[in-house]
């Protein structure tokens, strides 16, 4: 009950600040704009009867849209009837002649707006509001609800607009309340259950676009980069929302869920032979090794494997390296400037913030990085 | 799961709703093939990337979310194979435990080296090509030649996205105009917008051909000619079927900014008559909002009966509508062309048909996907009955009209009576898209009913000899069939058929 009433204000005050402006002549106003991916921003309105409404449409979206509103019920007869226009569809606007099309409005280019004025109906019911252009018309769509109490349905369980949109205005207004987290986390990403460690190659912040995100036990997270061959951050709280990425036909990285406490600035970690030299890198994929991933690379065609562990405490990430058949001195770089972690290495020399190990030791060796702000920073901890 | 109940809500609607549009009718396509679907497991968001058939028969399909499965069609158990993998939109078997898949990152082998049914190994193939970040640059593929060289599509970048900080690849900003107004898709990352070609035991790629949009679709047929299917909008005024071959370029300009040979200059800007010129021409259009709007695989009927009587012709999904099309080829004046129907339209079928694969029984699966654009999510399986289906089997160009082929033996008063030939034609400009025009808007130019002046009917009625008032090369030749009908009175599944005349009978 709290749940749904905190939920209709969000709502109420989501219309009253931005889409629904009523004028002292007693027109209501209502902006709706085409969006990419094929969606109105707005897909759910509450009018009066017999009210004075001018919507205000405007493309913001890279195609061309229509407009039109129908009969209640009559959505898809008027979408497949503009399939059907066929060749004609352009000439006609994709507007079907029906007496179910109660208003329409002709195709709008890209970043064009125009207007629609009308009565809303007196009958009371859910106009639908659709755009016919072929292939649009079944995912893009709202609702305009005529009704005198202007109440309207649970937004999770309307019918009359898209299934995308049953869920996300809620969560996006919403979304410090831990009951849409847990409405979240309720979700089924995937037809299993994802158990740490496992990874997603996918768009993350900071990092090349060949990112790998992988999830750790204990409650950590890393970065690595399959494009530069190298660790980029970790954070711990979550791991990633990627409801976003997976929405498609969007620029958009997965988000990161908790706090980065760590950030790798080191271009070349491991330097084979001449230290000043640039390497050649080259990312050759990963084996999992007990369900951890096993970076495999090449730095100058010597083969690098690379496999990050959290530490036992959760208070860092260990990497442990392989490279079996090193045959000069190999070299490790990190953050060593970095005063809020402490670096325990189980080979090799420092020399100069470098780790400078013999070929033999570069066949096995462990970086094992202890986080002071794991350890001292418990406020951002469950 | 609630999402695919109030899926297959709507899909239940739709399909209603279509039937009640044509109730006296008998439906003889149902009568040739009927259209299955399959369930997918719990919590799949099933947008499928790719399907393909074992070695033992299973059928393995990746999904955008990054899974790949397996799914036994005996025993209808799906098990889980891969995860965790960047939108992989191709899948091609090498056995029973290994895969290639074109994921957007890389062309990765994944394989199951210690026998528990789970991949262990995710390899990388080849990743020799740019990414800028930009949410359109899916890729496309792999597909095998019979010298084992893999092929695959690199797609431009929207218009409707940015570039991330950091890249991978060489950046060229002449790959893009930023024109306000115009929309065009663009290439800032080598190969964008390429075909290409990985010879086996390599990981480099050669850039194979240029000139691509958004090339959702590779496929052989079986004398070897590669296929390439691409979306209508800018540059592409309406969807395309390509004959691809080495060093050609098929009209998009971005791409040309990596072609080694390109003398400098924002391509898009070139003089229209010179890219022109040097571009080959579409072996097939897809008439927007008439037959096609988003092309996606080519797949060659390799069933060899199996499937109907279609055998070596193309079937190609559509995104746009409940449609897979039906691709005939024939070669004119030594280049290959031809004309497009629908195969199945409706019937249970969904939008959003992105792959095809052919099962060891003959039957044709498909995969369906939305990603945001309008499609849907799933896979469904299209069976052929044994029952010969009523259809026009080829049209071919001659001197002077066309020869339609049916499967069946036609009904003589109705194939000579000229009322059921209605032919138009038209052609696509080829251009850069005017300011402020919608991503999807295609203008048909020269729109011109043609009259046909003769029919001759072969003595086995399966063939009609049509004489046209005239044949123009450059255009489209679109034919409506009236109520032609087969000896049992019985009509035609699809009366529309589009042949896209670029020579004439020499």
């Known amino acids: 009950m709290m749940h749904n009433l905190k939920v209709a204000i969000c709502i109420f005050s989501y219309f009253l600040c931005f889409q629904y402006v009523k004028a002292q002549n007693s027109v209501t106003t209502i902006k709706i704009s085409a969006i990419s991916g094929m969606q109105f921003d707005l897909v759910r309105f509450s009018v009066k009867p017999n009210e004075q409404i001018k919507i205000v449409l405007n493309n913001m979206d890279d195609m061309s849209h229509n407009f039109l509103i129908t009969k209640p019920g009559k959505r898809l007869d008027i979408v497949n009837a503009a399939l059907k226009l066929e060749e004609r569809g352009p000439r006609l606007n994709y507007i079907p002649a029906s007496p179910d099309v109660l208003w329409s409005v002709s195709v709008i280019p890209a970043n064009q707006s125009t207007s629609l004025s009308f009565t809303s109906p007196s009958v009371p019911g859910a106009y639908p509001y659709v755009c016919t252009i072929p292939g649009h018309g079944f995912i893009m769509y709202g609702v305009m609800y005529v009704s005198t109490d202007g109440i309207l349905p649970n937004i999770v369980t309307d019918l009359n607009i898209p299934p995308s949109r049953r869920v996300e205005k809620l969560l996006s207004i919403n979304s410090n309340s831990s009951m849409d987290h847990e409405k979240i986390t309720l979700q089924a990403q995937h037809p299993y259950e994802s158990v740490s460690p496992y990874l997603y190659r996918i768009f993350m912040e900071d990092a090349g676009p060949a990112a790998i995100a992988v999830s750790l036990p204990n409650d950590l997270s890393y970065c690595w980069d399959a494009g530069t061959c190298r660790f980029r951050y970790a954070w711990s709280g979550g791991f990633v929302d990627n409801t976003q990425i997976w929405k498609g036909h969007a620029n958009v990285n997965a988000k990161i869920v908790g706090a980065i406490f760590y950030r790798d600035n080191t271009l070349y970690p491991i330097l084979v032979g001449k230290p000043e030299q640039v390497p050649l890198i080259e990312f050759r994929g990963y084996s999992l090794v007990n369900s951890y991933p096993e970076f495999h690379y090449t730095v100058n065609d010597i083969d690098v494997f690379e496999l990050i562990i959290p530490r036992d405490d959760g208070k860092g990430l260990i990497r442990k390296f392989r490279i079996p058949e090193a045959k000069d001195d190999v070299w490790f770089t990190c953050n060593t400037e970095s005063a809020s972690v402490e670096y325990e290495v189980s080979a090799g020399t420092w020399v100069n913030g470098k780790l400078k190990l013999s070929a033999d030791e570069a066949k096995s060796f462990s970086v094992n990085m202890l986080n002071y702000s794991l350890v001292y920073n418990n406020r951002k901890k469950k | 799961m609630t999402i695919h109940l109030k899926l297959t809500q709507v899909f239940f609607a739709c399909f209603l709703l279509f039937s009640s549009n044509s109730p006296a009718n008998t439906d003889p396509i149902n009568k040739a093939y009927s259209v299955q679907t399959i369930q997918t497991p719990p919590g799949l968001i099933s947008e499928t990337g790719g399907l393909a058939f074992l070695p033992d028969g299973r059928l393995v ?176 005024e309406t969807s395309t079927l390509y004959h691809v071959r080495e060093g050609k370029f098929y009209g998009h300009p971005a791409s040309l900014v990596w072609n080694k040979d390109w003398k400098g200059g924002k391509p898009v800007l070139s003089p229209l008559d010179e890219l022109d010129k040097m571009r080959t021409k579409a072996a097939v259009l897809f008439p927007q909002g008439i037959m096609a709007n988003s092309p996606s695989q080519p797949l060659c009927d390799v069933t060899e009966g199996k499937f109907g009587p279609f055998a070596g012709q193309l079937f190609v999904g559509e995104m746009n509508r409940a449609r897979i099309i039906r691709v005939m080829l024939e070669k004119v004046d030594g280049e290959l062309q031809g004309a497009c129907i629908p195969f199945i339209d409706g019937h249970g079928l969904r939008r959003g048909n992105n792959r095809l694969a052919f099962a060891p029984d003959g039957s044709l699966w498909v995969g369906q996907i939305a990603f945001g654009w309008g499609g849907d999510q799933g896979i469904q399986r299209i069976v052929f009955n044994g029952d010969l289906p009523n259809d026009i089997h080829t049209m071919k160009l001659t001197k002077n009209g066309f020869d339609l082929t049916f499967t069946q033996a036609i009904e003589k008063a109705t194939a000579l009576n000229p009322e059921n030939y209605k032919f138009r034609h038209y052609y696509y400009k080829y251009q850069r898209k005017p300011k402020n025009q919608g991503a999807d808007t295609s203008v048909q130019q020269d729109i011109q009913e043609v009259s046909v002046t003769g029919i001759k009917i072969s003595a086995d009625r399966k063939k009609v000899s049509l004489k046209m008032a005239a044949l123009k090369a450059g255009y489209v030749y679109e034919l409506k069939l009236g109520n032609i009908t087969n000896t049992k009175a019985e009509p035609l599944t699809n009366k529309l058929i589009c042949y896209t005349l670029n020579k004439l009978v020499p």
């Open chain 2, 61 to 236: 399909a990746c999904f955008i979310r990054g899974e790949i499965m397996i799914y036994t069609p005996k025993t209808n158990q799906w098990k889980l194979f891969a995860t965790g993998l960047h939108e992989p939109l191709g899948i091609q078997v090498i056995s029973n435990s290994e895969f290639l898949v074109m994921q957007r990152p890389e062309l990765t082998r994944i394989k199951d080296t210690d026998g528990d049914g789970l991949a262990d190994v995710y390899e990388k193939v080849t990743d020799d090509f740019g990414i800028s970040g930009n949410y359109h640059e899916f890729n496309y593929g792999p597909v095998k030649d019979s010298k084992g060289n893999q092929f695959i599509a690199l797609n431009t970048a929207s218009q409707g996205g940015s570039v991330k900080p950091e890249i991978r690849g060489a950046l060229n900003n002449l790959g893009r105009d930023m024109t306000p107004g115009i929309y065009e898709m663009y290439s800032v990352v080598p190969f964008r917008g390429w075909v290409m070609k990985l010879v086996p035991g390599t990981r480099k790629l050669q850039p194979y051909a240029s000139g691509f949009r958004s090339p959702n679709g590779l496929g052989f047929d079986l004398e070897g000619n590669l296929f390439v299917t691409d979306n209508q909008s800018d540059w592409v």
